[in-house]
């Protein structure tokens, strides 16, 4: 079958094949709305644009990097989908890779990704080594952070304020009576959980309670080291009345915990969790949680990201989102001892 080419597109869409160059190329006086009907007829064409060649020829490819821990976690794998929306709708593609929050893993698709010769990078993943981000920023590769933050390093970032959302989750739990808590975290090389911790340890802190070193417990970031860490707890001399989760998927796994130890939820064991994905409106019971403004932070970082790649403006942006707290059913007031 005869590959489609740039003349088909221009005699379907109506116009002369300039004017599919300058919609390809985001050049030209070319509306909007135009745009779209040309790519809408290059989809329905098929037609594929050389990346190669427009690599070689330092043109854009049209093509971005999402580095993301794990697309199987809810919150990451909604960020990759609003991510794909708003590409697809600009004319871009995106070349998504799970990490796992393992810098060699990082450095690896970081590689590949400029063998690619992908117009930039959104990074939403936790990286120890910060050096593999500081030579990408010293050859003024477009990135920006997503829900993380790179210290030291000039690059845009769009986060939430993480230690904001531990305090909320603290003042929330002293309000219902609770003095007895502990916290399920995750790997503290990775900032947001950091910070979370940090705002919840200060939120105690306020009301003259402290938390011991043994009362927070470093978890991989997954419903199955949730449960285990939960039931660790559970079985402990003095179990807390409630549990403060790092993320949604902790937060699952300690409910499974308590499901399997016989412990009612909430009230012998309130649990909150933090991001507000999906899952926490369909456990039982549902969950109580710090919501982020996901959808706002991936425009705000898209639109960043594309915008630096016509502008490598010197000066770098950091925006950052107010959470919320979401109540739901497996947070009340502790147990009368």
């Known amino acids: 079958m005869k590959a489609t080419t740039i003349y088909d597109v221009a005699k379907e869409a109506g116009v002369s094949i300039a004017t599919v160059s300058n919609a390809i190329n985001g ?6 709305k135009r745009r779209e009907e040309i790519l809408q007829v290059m989809e329905r064409l098929n037609y594929q644009p050389s990346v190669i060649a427009s690599a070689l020829m330092g043109k854009k490819t049209y093509t971005i990097g999402l580095l993301i821990p794990d697309v199987s976690n809810p919150f990451f794998s909604e960020i990759a989908r609003t991510v794909e929306d708003l590409a697809h709708s600009s004319g871009y593609s995106v070349i998504v890779c799970s990490t796992d929050n393992r810098d060699e893993r990082v450095e690896k698709y970081i590689r590949l990704l400029e063998q690619k010769n992908v117009d930039g990078i959104l990074i939403g993943t936790g990286l120890e080594n910060a050096e593999i981000l500081a030579l990408l920023a010293e050859k003024s590769f ?5 829900a993380r933050e790179a210290a ?3 690059v845009h970032s769009v986060l939430t304020d993480d230690f904001r959302g531990g305090e909320l989750a603290a003042r929330y739990l002293l309000g219902k009576g ?20 940090r705002g919840f340890r200060f939120g105690l802190f306020e009301a003259g309670i402290s938390l011991n070193p043994e009362e927070i417990l470093s978890c991989e970031s997954n419903i199955k080291d949730g449960k285990r860490a939960a039931a660790a707890i559970i079985r402990g001399s003095e179990r807390p009345t409630a549990l403060f989760c790092c993320n949604d998927l902790l937060a699952i796994g300690a409910l499974q915990a308590a499901k399997e130890a016989g ?3 909430p009230e012998q064991l309130s649990i909150i969790g933090f ?4 899952l926490s409106t369909v456990t039982n019971p549902t969950l109580t949680t710090i919501a982020q403004p996901m959808d706002q932070m991936v425009k ?7 915008g630096s790649l016509d502008n490598a403006d010197d000066i770098k942006q950091r925006i950052v989102m107010q959470p919320e707290l979401v109540i739901r059913e497996s947070t009340g007031s502790p147990p009368i001892e």
Not at 142 to 146: H, L, Q
Not at 275 to 278: A, K, Q, R, S
């Open 27 to 32: 050049k030209g006086k070319v509306s909007k």
């Open 300 to 306: 705000l970082a898209f639109d960043l990201l594309i």
């Open 275 to 278: 991001d507000d994905t999906i």
């Open 142 to 146: 477009p990135i920006v952070m997503i």
């Open 178 to 197: 609770h003095k007895r808590v502990a916290v399920l975290s995750e790997n503290f090389k990775v900032s947001s959980s950091f910070e979370r911790v």
């Open 152 to 154: 030291g390093i000039s």
């Open 263 to 265: 412990i009612s939820v």
